[in-house]
């Protein structure tokens, strides 16, 4: 267990004590110095000890499907807040399965406001391309999602699109060649919020806009999730609370629900709150080389819609279309 720098207690009494269960890479722990800060902003005398983990998923280098998906990197953090070792998780809410219920006892009190959602590429250090189409016939691209590979084939069926593994910095070295035992791809797709959160956006070389690469769902959203019978900490965390980044994310994870696509389904998705406040959501569902695909891009009637009623009207019109016959196309 670590510790942030303590704050002083407030007079008349200790300070009061928040534990923050995380994944121990980089990122993950710029997440919560973020999220500690703001913290304080509302009380500043809180002491925060930040508990790092090192999950099974960040440590097995197979193909996630093969443990529980994306969400592997979530459940034992899930698993220790709903024991009360530790009071909150900070979650990139891209990582949280969306076909499955919350687990028992735990909510999202509050999401942060929304990082760039975009996704950019990348070329090695030394390299003079700038765009995907300066990539030769047969270039190597490396991805760590389903999503972002079929989208790239259905543009590009000519690349050779990798799956890559590791914390983001770990990705970049393999880019660069700077790790030997791994061949280095022809270039690399990654989320702008990552780069951004670890202070190295600068690496980035074109960003893809929504309609090249539509993103994940919940992309650049931070979720605080603690006990449902924690009423403190809940009231806390609902200071930070983004009202659109909830909405939004609300309407993009109903969408998913309803699809229930496993952790190998190429799903995307993402809702924005258009000028007169009403929220616009786009849904596809591709199979696993981008060939076919099911598209749906539904407004809501009005400023006081639901974003969760949204996502289901996306989700019904994505099924009408064959979505459940793609994703059950591919395997697990």
């Known amino acids: 267990m670590t510790s942030l720098p303590p704050t002083p207690a407030a007079p008349g009494g200790p300070a009061r004590r928040l534990r923050i269960g995380t994944r121990s890479s980089p990122m993950a722990l710029a997440q919560v110095e973020r999220v500690s800060a703001l913290l304080r902003k509302h009380e500043p005398e809180l002491r925060i000890e930040v508990v790092p983990v090192t999950t099974e998923a960040d440590l097995w280098q197979g193909d996630l499907s093969e443990l529980d998906g994306k969400g592997s990197f979530v459940k034992q953090i899930d698993r220790m807040v709903q024991r009360g070792d530790v009071d909150l998780a900070v979650h990139c809410v891209k990582d949280v399965p969306g076909d499955v219920p919350m687990p028992d006892g735990l909510f999202f009190a509050a999401h942060l406001p929304r990082d760039d959602v975009r996704d950019v590429l990348l070329f090695p250090e030394s390299s003079t391309r700038r765009k995907l189409d300066d990539l030769p016939r047969g270039a190597v691209v490396a991805t760590s999602a389903v999503r972002r590979k079929a989208q790239l084939k259905r543009v590009r069926p000519d690349l050779s699109v990798v799956r890559v593994r ?44 929504l309609d090249e690469l539509l993103p994940a769902v919940g992309a650049g959203a931070l979720g605080l999730e603690c006990r449902t019978d924690d009423r403190p900490t809940a009231a806390l965390l609902a200071l930070l609370d983004d009202e659109r980044t909830t909405t939004e994310v609300g309407a993009e994870r109903a969408m998913l629900r309803g699809l229930r696509g496993h952790c190998n389904s190429p799903i995307a998705g993402h809702c924005h709150t258009l000028p007169d406040g009403r929220l616009s959501l786009r849904g596809i569902v591709f199979d696993a080389d981008g060939s076919a695909f099911v598209a749906s891009h539904l407004v809501s009637e009005d400023p006081d819609h639901s974003g969760e009623a949204l996502g289901r ?14 994703i059950a196309s591919i395997p697990h």
């Open 166 to 209: 590791g914390a983001v910095g770990s990705r970049v070295e393999k880019l660069d060649g700077r790790r030997p035992a791994d061949p280095a791809p022809d270039a690399m797709v990654l989320a702008v919020s990552g780069l951004e959160r670890l202070g190295i956006q600068d690496r980035g070389r074109h960003i893809f806009s």
């Open 313 to 326: 009207r996306v989700c019904d019109d994505l099924l009408r279309q064959g979505a459940d016959r793609i």
